[in-house]
């Protein structure tokens, strides 16, 4: 389609992410589709990045995201280097027909302060949009810079200057997700998981605390701040305390996990993940926060697993409860609900999400975006806002 365009996923993980990582994800399944479809991409990211590419542009030689948590002071000049850098490029040449932005705050904030010969961008919001008031209350991206959500709940909570910048959603989307509904049944166990970072919005505690309290075998997965491995974790010195996410495991979720009923092995990846997913009863998102996107969601039903989970943000976008998953507004009915997902069927979750979660159809929503955003540049009154 002869469109070249700059994917600025940060600084934070190589893309293909090791294993944890949403947005690198979100770019990981993304990029192959639009060069698919004839788009010339320009990744922005850190050395290691692995996927197939026509150019990188990068300033680390790997992922920063072991220093992510560490004390402002220490850490903002590591967002900054990698926009630093990202500017440079794009001042350099002028080939870039647009820039499809993924660097929180500071990517959305640089792009909108660069003049009017900068490329329209497209600045996707990935996260809890009540997180920086002051940047999204006042944000000024005048004609040129649009930003998308990853789910209409998502858009509908954020400040109203934000929603002027809008042209839409889309949602999240797997690679599981293509040829899903084609694939043979897999044998469950009678375990549950949570899969995510342990922190307080995804509700590791409640989950927890249910499966001891009920009596059901749930296995929790993902990292706890910048800790891989329970082993990383139990080596790491008191200077560990200070991430919030570390405090709210020993706080909050250790106290409920024996190891045996439940128990928590660290990140998991590639095919260990899907296993661990496809063979569960439920996956269960006790969540405590408004989820914007829910990649973990998606990937669930693209793998045959009914979800449970607080009818929080995103979810019953995705999920059609009674038929691809149970929702409730009462963490404590959670636990019924685990036994009673055994009751659904596992290959309507795999249809659903061969149906509306794949790479290309992501990628589709992604160019109709492109499109309204550079026509948006083009012709100042540009399109109207939507949600
Ligand atoms: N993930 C993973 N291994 C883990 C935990 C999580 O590969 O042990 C992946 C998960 O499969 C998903 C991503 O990390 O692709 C998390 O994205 P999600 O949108 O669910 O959550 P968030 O971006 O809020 O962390």
């Known amino acids: 389609m002869g469109l070249t365009v ?14 944890y990582g949403g947005i690198e994800n979100v770019v990981a399944t993304l990029v192959p589709e639009l060069r698919r479809l004839g788009v010339r991409v320009v990744l922005a990211s850190v050395h290691s990045s692995a996927l197939a590419v026509d150019e990188l542009v990068s300033i680390f030689p790997d992922g920063q995201f072991a220093h992510l948590q560490r004390p402002y002071n220490q850490v903002s000049g590591i967002a900054q280097a990698h926009q630093h850098g990202v500017v440079r490029r794009l001042r350099e040449r002028d080939d870039i027909d647009l820039v499809h932005d993924h660097l929180e705050a500071v990517g959305l904030a640089t792009l909108a302060a660069m003049g009017p010969d900068a490329p329209p961008v497209l600045h996707t919001l990935h996260w809890d949009l009540a997180k920086h008031p002051e940047l999204y209350g006042t944000i000024d991206g005048g004609d040129r810079v649009r930003v998308n959500g990853v789910s209409a709940s998502q858009l509908a909570r954020a400040p109203r200057r934000l929603r002027e910048h809008s042209v839409g959603h889309v949602h999240l989307a797997t690679p599981l997700a293509t040829g899903a509904d084609r694939r043979a049944p897999v044998r469950k166990g009678d375990h549950s998981v949570i899969l995510g970072r342990v922190t307080p919005g995804k509700g590791q505690d409640v989950g927890a605390r249910l499966a001891q309290r009920a009596g059901f075998p749930l296995i929790l997965a993902g990292p706890v701040g910048p800790y891989h491995r329970p082993a990383d974790l139990a080596a790491a010195g008191n200077e560990a305390l200070q991430n919030p996410d570390v405090r709210f495991w020993y706080d909050e979720v250790a106290p409920h996990v024996d190891g045996e009923l439940v128990r928590w092995i660290g990140t998991v990846a590639g095919r260990e993940r899907d296993d661990l997913v496809a063979t569960a009863r439920a996956t269960l998102f006790p969540l405590r926060w408004e989820e914007p996107g829910g990649t973990a969601v998606v990937e669930s039903l693209a793998l045959g697993t009914p979800v449970v989970a607080t009818t929080r943000g995103c979810l019953p976008e995705l999920i059609e409860h009674g038929r691809t998953g149970l929702l409730t507004g009462t963490e404590d009915d959670l636990a019924d609900l685990v036994l009673a997902a055994d009751l659904l069927d596992e290959a309507e979750c795999r249809r659903e999400a061969a149906r ?29 806002p939507s949600t």
């Open 356 to 384: 509306r979660f794949t790479p290309a159809v992501m990628a589709q929503g992604y160019v109709e975006l492109y499109d309204r955003v550079r026509q948006s540049a083009l012709t100042p009154a540009g399109p109207t």
């Open 6 to 19: 700059l994917m600025n996923s940060g600084p934070w993980l190589a893309v293909p992410p090791p294993g």
